[in-house]
């Protein structure tokens, strides 16, 4: 329902409205900055890279490549993320039969996220690298979300070797705490 200066989105309708909405400015934004390494010859060499999308959102980048903006990008910057669950989950054989949950923890983890997203750009072309912007297992204790540390350790080092089998040349670390 759109409802004077707030948006409540309650349904697929909605979802669309709101992608339509914020992706009109950001495919301006991305043309201004085109527009402006063309006319500055130092600003040529630099990667345009898409904002960090927490989990693969396939819905948004489809409006974005039906809007124009796929084109636009160098890259595309994925937050894989993997809540409670190991980074090899979903282990599945043949990888074409997993099913991605529409919504929920399992929707949001690392291995999928990283499958689905190159399949995604083998698809849409370009040769657009992804960039796997936050690597990492929590660790610190009394919380929900968290491996112990020995797991933490083990889940980091499983994460690297998962994202280098995919071919991936881009994977940062962070921690938080």
Same mark, same amino acid.
């Given at each position: 329902?759109?409802?004077?200066?707030?948006?409540?989105?309650?349904?697929?309708? +909605?979802?669309?409205?709101?992608?339509?909405?914020? *992706?009109?400015?950001?495919?301006?934004?991305?043309? =201004?900055?085109?527009?402006? /390494?063309?006319?500055?010859?130092?600003?040529?060499?630099?990667? *345009?890279?898409?904002?960090?999308?927490?989990?693969?959102?396939?819905?948004?980048?489809?409006?974005?490549?039906?809007?124009?903006?796929? +084109?636009? *990008?160098?890259?595309? &910057?994925?937050?894989?993320?993997?809540?409670?669950?190991?980074?090899?989950?979903?282990?599945?054989?043949?990888?074409?039969?997993? /099913?991605?949950?529409?919504?929920?923890?399992?929707?949001?983890?690392?291995?999928?996220?990283?499958?689905?997203?190159?399949?995604?750009?083998?698809?849409?072309?370009?040769?657009?690298? *992804?960039?796997? =912007?936050?690597?990492?297992?929590?660790?610190?204790?009394?919380?929900?979300?968290?491996? =112990?540390?020995?797991?933490?350790?083990?889940?980091?080092?499983?994460?690297?070797?998962?994202? &280098?089998?995919?071919?991936?040349?881009?994977?940062?670390?962070? /921690?938080?705490?």
């Amino acid at each position: 329902m759109k409802n004077g200066k707030i948006l409540i989105i309650d349904d697929n309708e +909605d979802v669309l409205f709101a992608l339509n909405l914020l *992706l009109e400015p950001y495919v301006a934004w991305l043309k =201004t900055i085109r527009r402006v /390494q063309q006319e500055k010859p130092e600003w040529q060499a630099i990667k *345009l890279i898409s904002f960090g999308m927490a989990g693969w959102d396939e819905i948004f980048m489809n409006k974005l490549v039906e809007v124009g903006g796929w +084109d636009l *990008l160098d890259g595309i &910057a994925l937050h894989p993320g993997r809540g409670n669950y190991t980074p090899d989950y979903p282990v599945v054989t043949p990888w074409k039969k997993y /099913q991605k949950p529409v919504k929920g923890y399992p929707y949001w983890n690392y291995y999928a996220s990283i499958r689905l997203a190159n399949d995604f750009i083998k698809k849409h072309g370009g040769n657009k690298e *992804l960039y796997l =912007t936050e690597v990492y297992a929590l660790d610190y204790p009394n919380h929900s979300w968290n491996d =112990t540390p020995r797991g933490s350790a083990e889940n980091v080092v499983l994460s690297y070797v998962l994202a &280098a089998a995919e071919g991936e040349k881009n994977a940062l670390y962070y /921690q938080l705490f």
